[in-house]
């Protein structure tokens, strides 16, 4: 080998060495990844998408049948039923009439079992165990609970005589929304609970024993202390409560069916019965990207309120 050789190659091995070297992306985390990946998009996004496009046209179910495009026509018609308002009253009455029970409530609980004692871990089970029923069981068993015969009219006029005869409970509209939230109040008050306990864990205790030796109250240190610590727990539960009151389906269907006439219809048994019930699943899925874009606005409402106000507590 030549000197002139012996140069080449050290100049080649020197250029080779200065050249950036390429970033090699290892495909081990995206082949674990592809089958959640896949299964995300077949399940969810493609009836997503599925659901906006037929939302769009008169939709025939019968794969013969030419569907016809109407455009925004289901969207108009929504506006312009007055069954639809219905339902999104009965709605939003939910979402109001279970949202601050359970927060209320949840939040109580978490405080008196963050307390030590003995029987702490069967509290915690018993309040939580509604959470875990299935929703088919609880929601007959108020429906035998509310019936004309059941044990709440019973209670009502026999136990604490407050009427004189039977309460109609899932008869009525309002009434049957009240049953229908009584349920949702009680299922839920284990979720918030719990996640009111987890965020109390996290309470500085230096500050609550400040606070003591300042001779603050049990309810100003919950108010100065506590309450600011757990905020984030507090949107969270909110935000997620929102989400689910406007996602309330099976208490419903099953405790009054959406009647009388549709009387206690919420958005989503409503879409089910005109996607299922009348075969009009184009007008259903209209419901349902409605109901969708409300969800969505009213959430990153209560995250914008939320943050201003953590962002207005910043020194």
């Given at each position: 080998m030549?000197?002139?050789?012996?140069k080449v190659?050290?100049a080649?091995?020197?250029?080779?060495?200065?050249?950036p070297?390429?970033?090699?992306?290892?495909?081990?985390?995206y082949?674990?990844?592809a089958?959640?990946l896949?299964?995300?998009a077949?399940?969810?996004?493609y009836?997503i998408?599925?659901a906006?496009r037929?939302?769009?046209?008169d939709?025939?179910i019968?794969?013969s049948?030419t569907?016809?495009?109407?455009?925004?026509?289901?969207?108009?018609?929504a506006?312009?039923d007055p069954q639809?308002w219905?339902?999104?009253?009965?709605?939003?009455?939910?979402a109001v009439a279970t949202?601050?029970?359970q927060?209320?409530?949840g939040l109580?609980v978490?405080?008196?079992?963050?307390?030590?004692?003995p029987?702490?871990?069967l509290y915690?089970?018993?309040?939580y165990?509604?959470v875990?029923t299935?929703?088919?069981v609880?929601?007959l068993?108020?429906?035998?609970l509310?019936?004309?015969?059941?044990?709440?009219?019973f209670?009502l006029?026999?136990?604490?005589p407050v009427?004189?005869?039977?309460?109609?409970?899932?008869?009525d509209?309002w009434t049957?929304m009240v049953?229908?939230?009584?349920?949702?109040v009680?299922?839920?008050i284990?979720?918030?609970?719990?996640i009111?306990?987890?965020a109390?864990?996290?309470?500085?205790?230096?500050?609550l024993e400040?606070?003591?030796?300042?001779?603050?109250?049990r309810?100003?240190?919950?108010?100065?202390?506590t309450?600011?610590?757990?905020r984030a727990?507090?949107?969270?539960?909110?935000?997620?409560?929102?989400i689910?009151?406007?996602?309330?389906f099976?208490?419903?269907y099953l405790?009054?069916g959406?009647?009388?006439?549709g009387?206690?219809?919420v958005?989503?048994?409503?879409?089910y019965?005109q996607a299922?019930g009348?075969?009009?699943?184009g007008?259903?899925?209209?419901?349902?990207?409605?109901l969708?874009?409300?969800?969505l606005?009213?959430s990153?409402?209560?995250?914008r309120?939320?943050?201003?106000?953590?962002a207005?507590?910043?020194?």
């Amino acid at each position: 080998m030549t000197l002139q050789d012996t140069k080449v190659r050290e100049a080649a091995s020197h250029e080779a060495a200065s050249r950036p070297r390429r970033r090699r992306v290892p495909l081990t985390p995206y082949l674990f990844l592809a089958p959640g990946l896949a299964l995300f998009a077949v399940c969810v996004l493609y009836p997503i998408t599925q659901a906006v496009r037929m939302s769009f046209y008169d939709w025939k179910i019968v794969a013969s049948a030419t569907s016809e495009f109407l455009g925004l026509d289901n969207y108009a018609r929504a506006l312009e039923d007055p069954q639809f308002w219905v339902a999104l009253g009965n709605t939003g009455f939910y979402a109001v009439a279970t949202l601050v029970p359970q927060v209320v409530l949840g939040l109580a609980v978490a405080l008196l079992l963050h307390k030590r004692s003995p029987a702490q871990p069967l509290y915690r089970v018993l309040y939580y165990l509604p959470v875990v029923t299935s929703w088919v069981v609880v929601s007959l068993l108020f429906r035998f609970l509310f019936a004309d015969a059941g044990l709440v009219n019973f209670a009502l006029s026999e136990v604490v005589p407050v009427t004189d005869g039977q309460i109609s409970w899932l008869a009525d509209r309002w009434t049957g929304m009240v049953a229908i939230s009584a349920l949702g109040v009680w299922k839920g008050i284990g979720w918030s609970m719990m996640i009111f306990l987890a965020a109390l864990q996290g309470v500085p205790t230096s500050l609550l024993e400040a606070a003591t030796v300042d001779g603050a109250s049990r309810w100003q240190r919950f108010r100065a202390v506590t309450l600011p610590a757990i905020r984030a727990a507090l949107g969270f539960v909110t935000i997620m409560l929102v989400i689910g009151s406007f996602n309330v389906f099976i208490s419903v269907y099953l405790m009054t069916g959406g009647g009388p006439a549709g009387r206690t219809d919420v958005l989503l048994t409503y879409m089910y019965h005109q996607a299922f019930g009348n075969l009009d699943f184009g007008y259903g899925s209209a419901i349902a990207v409605i109901l969708t874009a409300i969800v969505l606005v009213l959430s990153l409402v209560q995250l914008r309120l939320f943050r201003d106000r953590d962002a207005g507590q910043v020194p």
